[in-house]
């Protein structure tokens, strides 16, 4: 694939998130998303950057935010919208809602407990390494989770046991309303990784390529049996924590216009117009990932909710069955 | 049948099942070099090696999550928690996520994991090395709460635990280690859900937990003397609880005592004697009694532990009581 294509087609998956995350806040608007929704405009480049590069075999652990994350690795977008939904045909069948939700077929898994992905990846990459295998488990999380106890045990762990885990931090500035500077004491949350003897970069989290480019150096070294990486991906969220939360209580719109001026769509954009695509292909191209979302979504909101029957299946393997 | 110790029998179960299943392993604070506190895995970082046989560091949710990670994609481990009291740092991992990955896969992912912890008093260790937790754990949904009081309990259940792809808790007793039993020598395994009549009787039925079956079992043969016929009961598991079990000797005996090391207030005591009052209601001669431990802090030093848990001696006390 030539450049041109590969920059399209990631082009392509910014404008898929985006227009999902988008739909998904007017449905919480709507109080047709019920709660947990939380949208992840302003940091696609981080999930689209990362996932492309990774394999199906490759695992997910993602965070309260994980709708990105889960799509660029391959989940279903009609399977995601009944998930934030709560509808049958969703990803965990509208039982786990928009914050915590398990696809397997793709190796992806979520939750909303912060912090807490960081030691269960490395027992994924524990696994992995212990059946000579190459695939390596990725664990994304915030800018807060790194002041959680899990952040610490389980990269200290991933680090002593030489794990393939991939720790992507997607400092997008905010821990629900407080600015990260407040309550992370060092400039930059790569900082911290040093404490465990790994080598922390900070990398452009709006510019797609730069995540492209760090990820790829990232699974070279992973691959080859070389130990946990960790990347804070600098980055921003154009909304607020949750869908309609209040957040010029926290931030003013000066400061949003400014990160929104670096919006990773706007900069992929200014890329490929610079390559010689024209506006009209590009306007074409968004027209059609819009109408195709839309039409997931149209579709997922014919979906039926789960039973009462459904909301105590697979509560745990029957007895005798185990 | 052998002869041998609870901390044997966790020995010997756990190699046999690491010998059996490659894919099984054991990870833990001093499970390895020490061999565990109580030497119940000493040796097996010999014949294992440090792969099968993992000591990690002092960091419970991260050996906790680890092993619930691994058991996603392949492995069966046993994390042992080394005590109870520590599981507190553990609790998101195993009970936010290790429980819930069954359900919120629509059943696609099984995650079969072995908590082995203890608790209890024995060790003068006070309050922050002595409780009594597993009342926290039989509220959630998902998990397998298994108390073994004898060392022929521990190796069936222990087997099943590791054989299982249920998430299971497993509390063994700081007390119970260095008990003795006779163990059958085939490779059996006890069904989750299945209570152990321990001694037969007919005046009363004695629902007791881990460490005070043995109480139990010592008020019954005191109380014989005096004319006594106690029925003691283990359900060797607290979830899946095998209700029918208690119903039938409490619908023969008539007359229920429940004893717990763990506080009564909120507890599993509550759930057995409310099981027996909604269901043996017209056979009950008098309201189920409880016999458990103090609502207290476990207090330092030999004396205080053991003043503030039950003993025989409480237990007779309740059951004279009851039948006066």
């Not at chain 1, 492309?52 to 799509?71: A, C, E, K, N, W």
């Not at chain 1, 922390?200 to 080859?224: F, H, P």
């Given at each position: 694939?030539?450049?041109?294509?590969?920059?399209m087609?990631?082009?392509?998956?910014?404008?898929?998130?985006?227009?999902?995350?988008e739909?998904?806040y007017?449905?919480?608007m709507?109080?047709?998303?019920?709660?947990?929704?939380?949208?992840?405009?302003?940091?696609?480049?981080?999930?689209?950057?990362?996932c492309?590069?990774?394999?199906?075999?490759?695992?997910?652990?993602?965070?309260?935010?994980?709708?990105?994350?889960?799509?660029?690795k391959?989940?279903n977008?009609?399977?995601?919208?009944?998930?934030?939904?709560?509808?049958?045909?969703g990803?965990?069948?509208?039982?786990?809602?928009?914050?915590?939700?398990?696809?397997?077929?793709?190796?992806?898994?979520?939750?909303s407990?912060?912090?807490?992905?960081?030691?269960?990846?490395?027992?994924?990459a524990?696994?992995?390494?212990?059946?000579?295998?190459?695939?390596?488990?990725?664990?994304?999380?915030?800018?807060?989770?790194?002041?959680?106890?899990?952040?610490?045990?389980?990269?200290?762990?991933?680090?002593?046991?030489?794990?393939?885990?991939?720790?992507?931090?997607e400092?997008?500035?905010?821990?629900?309303a407080?600015?990260?500077?407040?309550?992370?004491?060092?400039?930059?949350?790569?900082?911290?990784?040093?404490?465990?003897?790994?080598?922390?970069?900070?990398v452009?989290?709006m510019?797609?390529?730069?995540?492209?480019?760090?990820?790829?150096?990232?699974l070279?070294?992973?691959?080859?049996?070389?130990?946990?990486?960790?990347?804070?991906?600098?980055?921003?969220?154009?909304?607020?924590?949750?869908?309609?939360?209040?957040?010029?209580?926290?931030?003013?719109?000066?400061?949003?216009?400014?990160?929104?001026?670096r919006?990773?769509?706007?900069?992929?954009?200014t890329?490929?117009?610079?390559?010689g695509?024209?506006?009209?292909?590009?306007?074409?191209?968004e027209?059609?990932v819009?109408?195709?979302?839309?039409?997931?979504?149209?579709?997922?909101?014919?979906?039926?909710?789960?039973?009462?029957?459904?909301?105590?299946?697979?509560?745990?393997i029957?007895?005798?069955q185990? | 049948?052998?002869?041998m110790?609870?901390r044997?029998?966790?020995r010997?179960?756990?190699?046999?099942?690491?010998?059996?299943?490659e894919?099984?392993?054991?990870?833990?604070?001093?499970?390895?070099?020490?061999?565990?506190l109580?030497?119940?895995?000493?040796?097996?970082?010999?014949e294992?090696?440090?792969?099968?046989?993992?000591?990690?560091?002092?960091?419970?949710?991260?050996?906790?999550?680890?092993a619930?990670?691994?058991?996603?994609?392949?492995?069966?481990?046993?994390?042992?928690?080394?005590?109870?009291?520590?599981?507190?740092?553990a609790?998101?991992?195993?009970?936010?996520?290790?429980?819930?990955?069954?359900?919120?896969?629509?059943?696609?992912?099984?995650?079969?994991?072995?908590?082995?912890?203890?608790?209890g008093?024995?060790?003068?260790?006070?309050?922050?090395?002595?409780?009594?937790?597993?009342?926290?754990?039989?509220?959630?949904?998902?998990?397998?709460?298994?108390m073994?009081?004898?060392?022929?309990?521990?190796?069936?259940?222990?087997?099943?635990?590791?054989?299982?792809d249920?998430?299971?808790?497993?509390?063994?007793h700081?007390?119970?280690?260095?008990?003795?039993?006779?163990?059958?020598?085939?490779?059996?395994?006890?069904?989750?859900?299945?209570?152990d009549?321990?001694?037969a009787?007919?005046?009363?039925?004695?629902?007791?937990t881990?460490?005070?079956?043995?109480?139990?079992?010592?008020?019954?043969?005191s109380?014989?003397?005096?004319?006594?016929?106690?029925?003691?009961?283990?359900?060797?598991?607290?979830?899946?609880?095998?209700?029918?079990?208690?119903?039938?000797?409490?619908?023969?005996?008539?007359?229920?005592?429940?004893?717990?090391?763990?506080?009564?207030?909120?507890?599993?005591?509550?759930?057995?004697?409310?099981?027996?009052?909604?269901?043996?209601?017209?056979?009950?001669?008098?309201?189920?009694?409880?016999?458990?431990?103090?609502?207290?802090?476990?207090p330092y030093g030999?004396?205080?532990?053991?003043?503030?848990?039950?003993?025989?001696?409480?237990?007779?006390d309740a059951?004279?009581?009851?039948l006066?």
């Amino acid at each position: 694939m030539s450049d041109n294509e590969q920059l399209m087609e990631h082009y392509q998956q910014l404008l898929v998130l985006r227009h999902f995350d988008e739909f998904c806040y007017d449905l919480k608007m709507k109080d047709l998303i019920m709660n947990g929704f939380h949208p992840y405009s302003g940091q696609e480049a981080v999930a689209v950057g990362v996932c492309s590069l990774l394999r199906g075999d490759d695992v997910v652990f993602s965070t309260h935010r994980p709708q990105g994350h889960s799509i660029a690795k391959g989940s279903n977008t009609r399977a995601v919208f009944c998930e934030m939904l709560g509808r049958r045909g969703g990803v965990s069948q509208g039982i786990g809602g928009p914050m915590q939700w398990i696809d397997k077929p793709h190796n992806f898994f979520c939750g909303s407990i912060v912090g807490s992905g960081l030691p269960i990846a490395a027992g994924v990459a524990l696994a992995f390494k212990r059946q000579g295998l190459d695939s390596i488990a990725v664990c994304f999380f915030g800018d807060g989770a790194s002041n959680t106890g899990a952040f610490h045990e389980g990269m200290n762990l991933a680090a002593i046991w030489d794990l393939p885990v991939l720790y992507i931090c997607e400092n997008n500035q905010y821990g629900e309303a407080m600015p990260v500077q407040e309550f992370v004491p060092v400039s930059r949350i790569s900082q911290r990784a040093s404490a465990y003897g790994l080598n922390g970069i900070s990398v452009d989290g709006m510019d797609v390529e730069a995540v492209l480019n760090a990820t790829t150096d990232a699974l070279e070294q992973l691959r080859a049996g070389n130990g946990p990486v960790f990347i804070e991906m600098v980055t921003y969220r154009f909304r607020g924590h949750y869908g309609g939360d209040p957040e010029h209580t926290y931030r003013s719109r000066e400061e949003i216009a400014v990160w929104r001026n670096r919006d990773p769509l706007l900069l992929a954009r200014t890329r490929l117009l610079a390559r010689g695509f024209s506006e009209e292909t590009l306007d074409e191209l968004e027209g059609s990932v819009r109408a195709e979302i839309e039409e997931d979504m149209e579709w997922a909101l014919e979906q039926p909710f789960p039973t009462v029957e459904q909301a105590t299946d697979h509560v745990m393997i029957p007895l005798g069955q185990d | 049948m052998a002869r041998m110790s609870y901390r044997d029998a966790i020995r010997e179960t756990t190699a046999g099942e690491l010998r059996r299943d490659e894919s099984v392993y054991l990870i833990g604070e001093d499970v390895g070099r020490w061999g565990n506190l109580f030497g119940a895995s000493a040796g097996l970082l010999e014949e294992f090696g440090p792969a099968r046989i993992c000591d990690s560091p002092i960091s419970e949710a991260a050996m906790t999550g680890c092993a619930i990670g691994s058991a996603l994609y392949g492995m069966r481990p046993i994390a042992e928690i080394m005590y109870i009291d520590f599981i507190t740092i553990a609790m998101d991992q195993m009970i936010n996520h290790g429980v819930k990955y069954h359900q919120l896969s629509n059943g696609q992912v099984r995650v079969p994991v072995v908590f082995r912890t203890q608790g209890g008093v024995g060790m003068r260790n006070s309050s922050q090395h002595s409780q009594s937790l597993e009342n926290w754990f039989v509220n959630v949904p998902g998990l397998i709460v298994a108390m073994p009081s004898t060392p022929a309990d521990l190796c069936g259940l222990l087997r099943s635990a590791v054989r299982s792809d249920n998430p299971v808790l497993l509390i063994e007793h700081k007390s119970l280690y260095f008990t003795r039993g006779e163990v059958p020598e085939d490779d059996y395994t006890i069904p989750f859900g299945v209570a152990d009549i321990k001694r037969a009787g007919e005046d009363v039925t004695i629902i007791a937990t881990s460490w005070m079956v043995l109480q139990a079992l010592a008020a019954a043969r005191s109380l014989a003397d005096e004319g006594i016929s106690c029925e003691v009961i283990d359900p060797r598991t607290l979830w899946p609880l095998d209700k029918q079990a208690l119903i039938d000797s409490v619908k023969r005996t008539k007359n229920c005592v429940v004893v717990t090391e763990a506080p009564a207030e909120g507890g599993w005591s509550g759930e057995a004697a409310s099981v027996v009052h909604e269901q043996c209601f017209a056979e009950l001669r008098k309201p189920v009694r409880r016999v458990c431990g103090m609502r207290t802090g476990i207090p330092y030093g030999t004396d205080l532990e053991k003043a503030v848990v039950p003993d025989a001696g409480w237990i007779c006390d309740a059951v004279r009581e009851l039948l006066a």
